[in-house]
């Protein structure tokens, strides 16, 4: 009984999964596929992946398959008592060294194309700059006063689901972005190695001590996007999500005049920290 229902769900599951994403962009228990796409990086990817590679996967394993199959039956101790004492056939030999090489330049043409894409953008309207700390992420609005914060997860006990806040996903501090813009993220780590993942932005970058690395993203549709940390930074690498509120331009600049408001101690603890190495001078 216990396994049926267990199939029952990934079968549900399944069927669901198939249907439109969530409104608000986390991943479901026993989904399958990838992300639906909030952003143009990440429609390529997913094309990539459908129309290109699914192809190339399933054709390997049908003619992998056929082959063993046709292997075991046809020359099988029975079926083939005297074994053929071949060792070597140029033919073949030449064969299944080319095929491969043509499917992987199959494949690497498009993906060196996609991966110029993603690398960075030409004319970024705004920079975001984040840093990775053990274990929390710190935002930098780099063309907005040097909006400053840091973002960490709300705890389990904190959790109020009335509010939409998810278990393991949900941040103090929600970074906002607007939609139709294109944003240059710079990642970075004081630290450890983390690394930066929104899986409906396309976006996965290490964050490095002492490395600046850099993405770009342009987000379509407004909603609230999560990602976690993905390096395995320490004991709480599980417990440093990511939460982004993707809004319309309006909207953003209304909420960085708020935003600035109440970070605006955050600059002053800076200036405190550096008035006290006066001090120390
Ligand atoms: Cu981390």
């Known amino acids: 009984m216990k396994k049926l229902n ?25 989904q399958l596929g990838l992300r639906a796409a909030a952003s143009p990086q990440m429609e390529r990817i997913i094309d990539f992946h459908d129309n290109l590679l699914m192809y190339v996967i399933t054709a390997i394993v049908i003619f992998v398959t056929g082959l063993m199959l046709w292997v075991i ?10 074994p053929s004492k071949t060792t070597h056939h140029v033919m073949l030999e030449i064969l299944w060294t080319v ?27 705004m920079t975001l700059k984040i840093t990775g700390y053990q274990w929390y992420w710190g935002y930098e609005y780099l063309d907005h006063d040097n909006l400053t914060f840091t973002s960490n997860m709300i705890p389990e006990d904190e959790i109020d689901e009335s509010k939409g806040q ?6 103090d501090n929600v970074v906002v972005l607007p939609i139709d813009t294109n ?30 690395n850099e993405t770009w993203v342009r987000i379509e549709k407004p909603g609230t996007y999560f990602g976690q940390c993905s390096e395995i930074c320490g004991i709480n690498h599980a417990y440093m999500p990511i939460e982004i509120k993707a809004v319309p331009k309006e909207e953003f600049e ?12 955050n600059d002053n603890h800076h200036m405190m920290t550096l008035a006290q190495l006066e001090g120390v001078k």
């Not at 998810?166 to 941040?171: D, E, N, P, V, Y």
């Not at 944003?183 to 899986?199: K, M, N």
């Not at 209304?254 to 605006?264: F, I």
Request: overall charge positive; hydrophobic content about 50%; cysteine-free.
């Open 6 to 30: 267990l199939w029952l769900l990934t079968a549900f599951s399944f069927i669901s999964s198939l249907s439109v994403a969530n409104a608000d962009d986390a991943a479901t228990p026993l």
């Open 73 to 82: 039956i046809r020359y099988n101790k029975k079926a083939n008592p005297e």
């Open 99 to 125: 095929l491969p090489v043509v499917i992987l330049i199959v494949i690497a043409i498009p993906s060196f194309k996609m991966l110029y894409y993603l690398d960075r953008t030409e004319n970024p309207e």
């Open 166 to 171: 998810k278990r393991l996903l949900s941040t």
């Open 183 to 212: 944003i240059a993220i710079q990642i970075t780590a004081a630290d450890v190695l983390h690394a930066f993942t929104i899986p409906a932005f396309g976006v996965k970058k290490d964050a490095v001590p002492g490395r600046l």
């Open 254 to 265: 209304a909420w960085l005049v708020k935003a600035k408001e109440e970070h605006a101690s």
